[in-house]
T-cell receptor
Framework: GAVVSQHPSWVICKSGTSVKIECRSLDFQATTMFWYRQFPKQSLMLMATSNEGSKATYEQGVEKDKFLINHASLTLSTLTVTSAHPEDSSFYIC???????????FGSGTQLSVL | GQQVMQIPQYQHVQEGEDFTTYCNSSTTLSNIQWYKQRPGGHPVFLIQLVKSGEVKKQKRLTFQFGEAKKNSSLHITATQTTDVGTYFCAGLRGGYQKVTFGTGTKLQVIP
């Protein structure tokens, strides 16, 4: 099946710093990628839809200036958590679909801890 | 907005017992997907159901899509320890490009 690579797997940073997370589709082109946030023992909460070559579509309540998304190519989307604070600590995970409205392939996730 | 609820939230079963999780959407869906997430892992696609009343089987797993396309179920026969994980349904509404994930059911299998 299709492979989605996500890096880094975990990151620890100081409060106030910015963290960039990469999501790559390795064997298919993805015009659309999705970014989620998952708290312990909870479901995946969609943060934004990343569209290649255009602005991301953010879900209600997600700060676009806080969570910067860039989808510069058909195989790469990045999520930058700007000026991270302890409340931003969470598991962030991306997904992509080789074909619209079919199955999603997920990256392995990034555990962010902000001290 | 659309809500997708799953029950139960947690389920502990003895190995060999059956397990069922139910998924209910507040809106009619065009299709529904099921994913499994192992502890510490990422969701992995299991199946997609599209037709009203559709039933699909994968070995010991049986998936069903309701007639009204607002609910779905996943039934596991004779659970094994390898079935441990959280099962999510994810519904897609017509005209939308994104799925909404259910609240998930965490399955624990006691050997």
């Amino acid at each position: 099946g299709a492979v989605v690579s996500q890096h880094p797997s975990w990151v620890i940073c100081k409060s106030g710093t910015s963290v960039k997370i990469e999501c790559r589709s390795l064997d298919f082109q993805a015009t659309t990628m999705f970014w989620y946030r998952q708290f312990p023992k909870q479901s995946l909460m969609l943060m934004a839809t990343s569209n290649e070559g255009s602005k991301a579509t953010y879900e209600q309540g997600v700060e676009k200036d806080k969570f910067l998304i860039n989808h510069a190519s058909l195989t790469l989307s990045t999520l930058t958590v700007t000026s991270a604070h302890p409340e931003d600590s969470s598991f962030y995970i991306c997904s992509a679909e080789p074909r619209a409205n079919e199955k999603l392939f997920f990256g392995s996730g990034t555990q962010l801890s902000v001290l | 907005g659309q809500q997708v609820m799953q029950i139960p939230q947690y389920q502990h079963v003895q190995e060999g017992e059956d397990f069922t999780t139910y998924c209910n959407s507040s809106t009619t869906l065009s299709n529904i997907q099921w994913y499994k997430q192992r502890p510490g892992g990422h969701p992995v696609f299991l199946i997609q159901l599209v037709k009203s009343g559709e039933v699909k089987k994968q070995k010991r797993l049986t998936f069903q899509f309701g007639e009204a396309k607002k609910n779905s179920s996943l039934h596991i026969t004779a659970t094994q320890t390898t079935d441990v994980g959280t099962y999510f349904c994810a519904g897609l509404r017509g005209g939308y490009q994104k799925v909404t994930f259910g609240t998930g059911t965490k399955l624990q299998v006691i050997p």
